[in-house]
């Protein structure tokens, strides 16, 4: 966009004013794109109005021109909520009174349902009533919103759980208690209780339920006609054999020269063709046979077929080309092509088998340092060949790491196939995330270094201290390293998420973000350049 002249910029301009009006509220992005490059101000293309950053552009089209619009749009909408729910909850309690009310006619005994409210009133007399709110000091119920005045009309009962007064349309529920006014799911006595005791009781917020497995019932169904497919899969793979011969031998002796009779011979005797008169409609689409819809035979399953319901297909160049059915097609070559893409993986499922090693590894070695580590410092001194064998360790479970977190990535960045596997995608990498999080925090800290002997005892004296501060410099190199490492491992995350931020951005069209998003990526792209640079350093 920055090529353009001014001129042509103004001539453009009244296109683009209407396509923001139509398209809403951000500004069109060629408008911010030229503004960005060039610095200048933007106009606002509704009211002219100038505007200096890419923010106050959206700024003032949300608040100026779209605002008044919405707000309007979302008090309507806001209105037609409230009225919807309050419609919804008068019907609710109706519809609770109506099941109840047939139940509670009842008065004998022994017809009355356990969930009839009759029946509590008179067994709940076992349940204590020691801890009932004194009843002249209740005025209105006792639920939080509910402002009815208790009265003969509204009713006044008493919870028999909390012992709070409420409304009757508040005191629909049941709940099984104990004579101490306890629950007591098993033995306990069926009690009216308000509606929070209901919801407290213990089960209640319980959603795994029982479950109960029907797959041995399916796979019995299933299986016969699994069999039946695999049977006719074999016995059309025959088939195909047995013609591949056939023309190849023909090939070999006739040259070509089989007359067409010859050939339907030929071809009848791999599969016997069905009788034309027997058959009145097409199998595979069950229209019946006319002029137009013509008897074909599949040369394969010998079917007499509908003409639209036949195609030819070419198999090998042997067999250039062979008319089936549709059902054909479906049980042999549909299969064939399945089972084919489902044998070569694409490279995400490869990266994720690749995690899923190093997953296992990296788990292995997080154990055997960390078991390491407990053991060296369950002693009150550490010696320094110990102390390196730990470093080593952990060097190792860094690197390992590190290149499952670039696999990880590589995951993520794999082509794009569908959005369900988009969905798979995004689930390997929450799990991949997961796992680093984990081995990061129960990674256990190096011991602290003076509890190493060897290195402050044995460096006092004269003829070891050569040998010592070589080695003690090379550890402190690999502390560097490893210090670098995962400093860049931090960083990369960094950028990862950040580059995906801007993707979102990209898609909400969110202009004013993305700008400060792709700033933040520079420091973080220096700062690992600047890391790798170390590294190398250390390394040479
Ligand atoms: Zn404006
Ligand atoms: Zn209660
Ligand atoms: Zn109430
Ligand atoms: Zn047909
Ligand atoms: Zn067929």
Redesign the pocket.
Known sequence: MSHRSPSERRVLGPRRASRVSIQGSSASKETLDSAESSGRPVDCLLCGQQLTSVSQVNFHMEHAHFQNDRDQKFEDIQEWMIKTVQNASKLQSRAVQKIISPIAKYTDEDIVDNFSLQRTKRTDQLVTREHWQPENSAVKCSYPGCSKTLNFLSGRIHCRKCGLVFCHEHTLYQAKLSPSAGYDSKHGIWCRVCYSCFIQRPGYDDTNGTTRSRFSTYSSLRKPIKEKQEINFLLLEKRVKKFENLKLQRNVSLVGNLLFNEERKLEQSIVPWKDDKGTHA?P??K?PFSLQRRRRHCRLCGEV??R??VFEISITTVIPSLLICKNCNHCYFEKLKFDMERAEAPPYLLHAQHLWTYREALLSRLHNYNAAVKRVTSFDTITAGDFNELKRKRNKFLQLSMRFHQTALKVQDSLFLSETIERVKNAIDQHAKYIFYECTTMLLPLPRRELVIGIHHRASSMSTMTSQASSSMKSDADEIQEKIMSEKIVFQEQLFLVQKMIEEAKQKRKFDELKTLIASLVPIKETIARLDEQLQLQES
Request: hydrophobic share 25%.
């Open positions: 097409c595979v689409c229209n077929v509908c639209y319901c």
